[in-house]
C-alpha cells in the first residue's frame, strides 16, 4: 500500500482534498471512542490554506491522486491568528532543547499531522516526516509543536517513531498539553 504514495508539496488544487480529511479527523466531528484513534484540534480555512500553500508549507501524501496525510508547518506570524499559539511562543525563554537558544525565528509551529486511518501503522509516518523535514531545514534549524495530553496515538507516534523529545507542558483552555522540540538537521532512521 505505500509502495503507491507519493509526496508533494500542496498547490491550490489540493485544497479541497485537505479538508476532506481534515473534516473526518477534527476533534469536534469525533466521538470519544473514535478520539481515542488520535485527532486534529486546528480546523483550517481555504484562506489559510491559500496562505499556507503559498509559503510551500503543507506537505502531502496522495495515493492514486487522493490526498491520505498532510503536515502543516508554518512561521509563529502565520500561526499568530490562534491564541494558543502565542501562549505557548510566550513560554520559549523558560524551554531548553539541546543547544538552542529557542525563539520564533529559528523554530516554526509543526502541525498539525494527519493520517487516513486505513495508512496508519504502515509506515506512513516516517517518510512523509523526512520530505517536510528536508524541505522545511533550509528555512529553520528547530521545529516545534504541542500535543494534546489526551491524544496518546500521536504523543507515541512522535516519540516513538519519530524520536520528538517532550521539553515542556502547558495549560490552555482547560485543556493540558505537551510540547515537543525536534532537531531538524537530524533525518528520521
Not at 15 to 26: H, M, P, R, S, T
Not at 163 to 174: A, E, L, V
Request: glycine share 4%.
Amino acid at each position: 500500500m505505500i509502495e503507491s504514495v507519493q509526496f508533494e508539496i500542496a498547490t491550490i488544487t489540493d485544497i479541497d482534498g485537505v479538508l476532506a480529511l481534515q473534516e473526518l479527523y477534527l476533534v469536534a466531528n469525533l466521538s470519544e471512542d473514535e478520539k481515542a484513534s488520535g485527532f486534529v484540534t486546528t480546523p483550517f480555512t481555504v484562506a489559510q490554506l491559500t496562505e499556507v500553500i503559498h509559503q510551500n508549507n503543507l506537505f502531502i501524501a496522495k495515493d492514486h491522486n487522493k490526498i491520505i496525510a498532510y503536515i502543516f508547518a508554518g512561521s509563529w506570524v502565520f500561526f499568530k491568528q490562534w491564541p494558543i499559539f502565542n501562549y505557548m511562543s510566550s513560554l520559549f525563554p523558560k524551554l531548553t532543547f539541546l543547544d538552542f537558544d529557542i525563539n520564533t525565528t529559528n523554530s516554526f509551529q509543526y502541525g498539525p499531522i494527519c493520517i487516513h486511518k486505513e495508512y496508519r501503522g504502515k509506515g506512513l509516518i516516517n517518510p512523509l516526516f523526512e520530505f517536510m523535514r528536508k524541505n522545511m531545514v533550509q528555512k529553520y534549524p528547530l521545529s516545534l509543536t504541542f500535543i494534546n495530553k489526551i491524544n496518546i496515538p500521536s504523543t507515541k507516534a512522535h516519540t516513538e517513531k519519530l524520536k520528538w523529545t517532550i521539553i515542556g507542558d502547558f495549560q490552555f483552555n482547560n485543556n493540558e498539553y505537551l510540547i515537543l522540540a525536534y532537531d531538524m538537521t537530524q533525518p528520521v532512521s
